[in-house]
């Protein structure tokens, strides 16, 4: 799959011309990471945030969600929960927080540790290496920091250093992670404003040129609460990405292709655009996890990164069992243990 290829399947008309790609990145799928589809009970630990993205719900200056931060023992309970709903994985996100800090949130992994045999995945966004390397030591498993687009430009653009700080290079943080022995994961957003499906190209090359061991991509879904989704941004003259579901479930399928051993979650961004149908979609182009809610429901719907998240009202038990249900509709089987990313296994 060079890029001239990823291009055409990229521009190429929606309807039955795209199905031979669904149907590759599901024969890959099974072929590589077999038909387990993995669950991960997600935390949405905190959505307080000292960064200003211009796409992101939870950024610094929207004064219109009240902010949270969960305590230890409400991430023990969800903890407690995973174990008990057979989840082999609890992953911690939320928002660049200092409340976080690197003895918090390395408590918090022995805590967990010492009681469960469950892997932890952090998605807490761009910190210290040192920071990294104490939440690696203390037990983390696993870090996901989607770099969002490959386009440096843009990517400054809607994801505004900190002040005074030069422009981020997830890339190179993501190098980091690795050395740091992380199983790592990334991915895009797509339609983001100003994105080309050459942007978009790229981004699925580097997917492979990075070696991720986990790769999670969805739609752009517009806040009405950031510039981003206030309309602020002109993409005149521009070749502009859908944030389709259509095009999602295409990037994913190329996500499948070019990174054959990598997990790979049908996201929480699917099912919010499409609530009947988006997660099972998901798993039918390439995806092999899905990540039921574990939130405490009180704090769900604060934790809004983008309008009418799916799953913001239901109850953990509600989640995990959609997930079940969706599971055995596709006649596929829940993951047992685990579920590290063959890929990261190979390399190991
Ligand atoms: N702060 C961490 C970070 O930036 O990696 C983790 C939390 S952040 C909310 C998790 C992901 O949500 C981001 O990587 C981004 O891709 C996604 N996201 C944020 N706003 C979004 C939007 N409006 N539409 C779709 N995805 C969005």
Wanted: hydrophobic residues 35%; aromatic residues 8%; charged residues 20%.
């Amino acid at each position: 799959m060079n890029y001239q290829d990823i291009i055409r399947w990229l521009k190429c008309p929606p309807g039955p011309e795209v199905y031979p790609l669904r149907d590759r990145a599901d024969q890959i799928r099974q072929q590589y990471v077999g038909d387990a589809v993995h669950l991960r009970g997600l935390v949405e630990l905190s959505n307080i945030c000292s960064r200003n993205c211009l796409y992101c719900g939870i950024r610094r200056d929207n004064q219109a969600i009240t902010r949270y931060r969960l305590t230890a023992d409400e991430v023990l309970d969800c903890a407690r929960k995973a174990v008990d709903f057979g989840f082999g994985t609890l992953v911690l996100q939320g928002g660049e927080d200092p409340g976080l800090s690197k003895d918090f949130i390395g408590e918090l992994i022995s805590l967990i540790k010492s009681e469960t045999n469950l892997a932890v995945t952090l998605s807490l966004g761009e910190r210290k290496v040192d920071e990294w390397a104490a939440w690696r030591e203390a037990g983390a498993d696993r870090y996901l920091l989607r770099f969002e687009t490959s386009n440096s430009q843009l990517f400054n653009y809607i994801h505004p250093p900190r002040d005074g700080h030069a422009p981020c290079d997830r890339i190179s943080m993501l190098k980091t992670l690795q050395s740091l022995g992380y199983e790592t994961g990334s991915g895009v957003m797509i339609g983001i404003p100003g994105q080309t499906y050459e942007d978009l190209a790229r981004d699925i090359e580097l997917f492979g040129e990075l070696s991720l061991d986990m790769i999670g991509v969805g739609p752009f879904i517009p806040h009405p609460q950031t510039p981003l989704g206030a309309g602020q941004v002109s993409d005149a003259g521009i070749d502009q990405v859908p944030g389709s579901v259509e095009m999602g479930l295409r990037v994913l399928a190329l996500a499948r292709i070019v990174c054959p051993g990598a997990n790979i979650p049908s996201t929480t961004a699917f099912a919010t655009l499409d609530r009947q149908a988006g997660r099972e979609m998901g798993l039918c182009w390439g995806a092999n996890v899905v990540m039921p809610n574990l939130t405490p429901l009180q704090y769900r719907k604060l934790y809004e990164i983008y309008p009418s998240k799916a799953a913001s009202t239901e109850t953990a038990e509600e989640s995990r069992d959609a997930a079940f249900r969706q599971i055995e509709h596709l006649g596929r089987t829940p993951g047992s243990g685990r579920g590290d990313s063959p890929h990261h296994l190979q390399q190991t």
